[in-house]
């Protein structure tokens, strides 16, 4: 998730173009989400932003998307809780969130 982020202000080798489903697409669809590619091979990563479902159901579908990755949370307040990789229309950042909230592991390679 660190490497990922750190592709973010990595200009000179990558691109992150946010698509709002309107004059700036992925792949001709309305999905809103980040387009990252890697400058040098056109290599693109797509990841929506699909929100997440919580204890009110779905919130933030088109806004944010987050990210679950394999670690647990080294917080002993949030005992049951996962490092997430957490996208917004301007920031990249890595959280926790409790492991029984619905997040996507969904990005997607195109070449």
Same mark, same amino acid.
């Given at each position: 998730m660190n490497a990922l982020i750190a592709t973010k202000i990595n200009t000179a080798n990558y691109t992150w173009t946010w698509c709002d489903g309107g004059?700036?697409?992925y792949n001709d669809t309305e999905v809103k989400g980040w387009?990252?590619?890697?400058?040098?091979t056109s290599v693109t990563l797509f990841l929506p932003a699909a929100g997440?479902?919580?204890d009110a159901g779905l919130t933030s579908d088109g806004s944010?998307?987050?990210?679950w990755s394999?670690?647990?949370v080294t917080d &002993?307040?949030?005992p049951y809780g996962a490092s997430v990789l957490n996208l917004y229309f301007e920031a990249a950042s890595i959280g926790g969130n409790f492991r029984c909230y619905g997040i996507p592991v969904r &990005?997607?390679?195109?070449?």
């Open positions: 004059t700036t697409k387009k990252i590619v890697k400058n040098a997440l479902r919580g944010s998307g987050d990210y394999s670690s647990l &002993p307040d949030r &990005p997607v390679f195109a070449e």
